[in-house]
């Protein structure tokens, strides 16, 4: 009775501080994008209410990485406070077990882990390719967001683009040369002295043309150049959003769409693809289950903290474990993406090594 009353009671404080370390991790992980956010607006003249959007489908693919570090936040200060005002050491004289004092946190690390699990499925992926979607759409719908003045740009339409004036407004371009080559048999080279998007009025974003005035086509194939004079020329733009499984970029695969591709093109596919794809696979379920191990950790550490200002101290110490967790983690990565080491054995090589020192830890703090 005792056991449970104190499991409702910690439970109580754990997760409103969770949701609040949920929403502090996300507001810093987006400063991190404000620079590129801002510049939409101010220079591309993208609406706020589109950049909000841009926002909301960043936060959801950041999930997967940010329950961890709340959690591991939560649990700390959660455990440090009970340590600072002798609650632990009350509960353990008054026949509570370390299990029972620590059940709070194995059961709320059982719950992110298992919502992190499923957000790093299917949710997170979700929000990646919608932000890919968004940001296609929009350097398709204003080439100024892609294509800047006196520069070569290679995101528009999958093609390489050049022009010394872009007007946005009126989405036309002058003094242009194009380099296409999504035939690979034949690239050609247009030079022209406007241009001009057209938009698809029934899809925005999906389906275009560029119509170019007064310039000349130009190929080479087998050694002999062709040049060709025209007066207006149209060149049609395939969707650059499409929702093709091929077309998605790993991080927005769900984890099935990971399995089949790992699966059914074993045999087409090269070895840096398999890599890229293995690691992304098991990246996705070492995260969720990272979850498992911050807490066990946060457990250990937050019981022996015993600061005056608990608060101060569970942050710091928070942030450092978290710090050095993804060092390690990033690291392992690299290795794993530049194929000097197995995927599977790199992704949980972290999540190893902090298993270890939670086990080591808690060890002691039950045996203390």
């Known amino acids: ?5 104190f499991i409702r009671y910690v439970l109580a404080e754990m997760i409103p501080t969770f949701l609040l370390g949920v929403f502090v991790f996300v507001f810093i992980l987006l400063m991190f994008q404000a620079l590129r956010l801002t510049e939409f607006v101010l220079v591309h003249g993208v609406k706020l209410s589109t950049v909000l959007q841009m926002m909301g489908y960043l936060s959801t693919s950041f999930l997967p990485i940010l329950f961890p570090m709340s959690l591991i936040f939560t649990v700390i200060l959660t455990y440090g406070r009970l340590s600072s005002d002798s609650e632990v050491v009350a509960l353990r004289a008054a026949g509570l077990s370390m299990v029972s004092i620590s059940a709070p ?3 709320l690390s059982i719950l992110v882990s298992t919502l992190s699990l499923q957000t790093s499925f299917h949710i997170a992926p979700w929000g990646n390719r919608q932000f890919e979607v968004l940001v296609s759409k929009l350097g398709s719908m204003k080439p100024g967001v892609t294509i ?3 520069t070569f740009s290679e995101g528009f339409f999958d093609l390489v683009v050049y022009a010394n004036r872009v007007d946005n407004k009126l989405g036309t371009l002058e003094d242009v040369f194009i380099y296409d080559e999504r035939k690979n048999e034949a690239p050609i080279t247009v030079i022209a002295k406007q241009g001009r998007l057209v938009q698809d009025p029934d899809r925005p974003g999906h389906s275009a043309s560029l119509e170019l005035t007064h310039g000349s ?5 087998n050694n002999r150049h062709t040049k060709i004079d025209f007066s207006t020329y149209d060149i049609q733009l395939f969707d650059p959003v499409s929702e093709n499984v091929h077309s998605k970029s790993p991080p927005s695969l769900t984890i099935s769409e990971l399995m089949t591709l790992l699966q059914s093109k074993a045999q087409d596919m090269t070895k840096e693809k398999r890599i890229e794809l293995e690691t992304e ?4 379920i070492a995260i969720g289950l990272a979850c498992m191990v911050f807490g066990i950790i946060g457990v250990a550490l937050g019981t022996v903290t015993n600061r005056r200002n608990v608060k101060a101290g569970g942050a710091v110490l928070s942030i450092g474990i978290i710090v050095t967790y993804w060092i390690l983690y990033v690291t392992s990565e690299s ?3 530049s194929g000097q080491l197995p995927p599977w054995f790199a992704m949980w090589l972290a999540n190893f090594l902090f298993s270890i ?8 703090v039950w045996n203390g």
């Open 281 to 284: 696979f098991h990246k996705r």
């Open 357 to 364: 020192a939670g086990v080591f830890l808690i060890r002691r």
């Open 105 to 107: 946190a194995v059961l």
């Open 148 to 150: 800047k003045e006196g």
């Open 217 to 221: 086509i130009h190929r080479t194939t």
């Open 1 to 5: 009775m005792r056991s449970k009353l």
């Open 335 to 337: 290795l794993a993406r």
